[in-house]
């Protein structure tokens, strides 16, 4: 059983910042891809940005250059940093990794965090 924990979502002044943390914890030989995911009311989710294993990142466009996804390998953790984070940034924002353990593949999600951008 792997659990994915979020924090540090809140409310935030356009322009502003947050930093976003994701906790995997539980049965795990070793993580691959990471990333957050986020979902708006009334939308689909969708990819913000992942991280490979070995620090490989990639950016939906309405991320890139705002947001920087950063990883620790010996904690298991990912973090999301939001810089100039616009209205349109409002959504719950989910976890997710692809974990491997005991042969076999997993790719669990996190409970999600609320980020509200005000205007």
């Known amino acids: 059983q792997v659990q994915l924990v979020e924090s540090g979502g809140g409310l935030v002044q356009a322009g502003g910042s947050l930093r976003l943390s994701c906790a995997a914890s539980?049965?795990?030989?070793?993580?691959?891809?990471m990333g957050w995911f986020r979902q708006a009311p009334g939308k689909q989710r969708e990819l913000v940005a992942i991280?490979?294993?070995?620090?490989?990142?990639n950016y939906a466009d309405s991320a890139r250059g705002r947001f920087t996804i950063s990883r620790d390998n010996g904690r298991n953790t990912i973090s999301l940093q939001m810089n100039s984070l616009k209205p349109e940034d409002t959504a719950t924002y989910y976890c997710?990794?692809?974990?491997?353990?005991?042969?076999?593949?997993?790719?669990?999600w996190g409970q999600g965090t609320q980020v509200t951008v005000s205007s």
């Open positions: 539980g049965s795990i030989n070793r993580i691959n891809d």
């Open positions: 991280i490979s294993s070995v620090g490989t990142t």
């Open positions: 997710n990794a692809l974990i491997i353990w005991a042969g076999t593949v997993s790719d669990p």
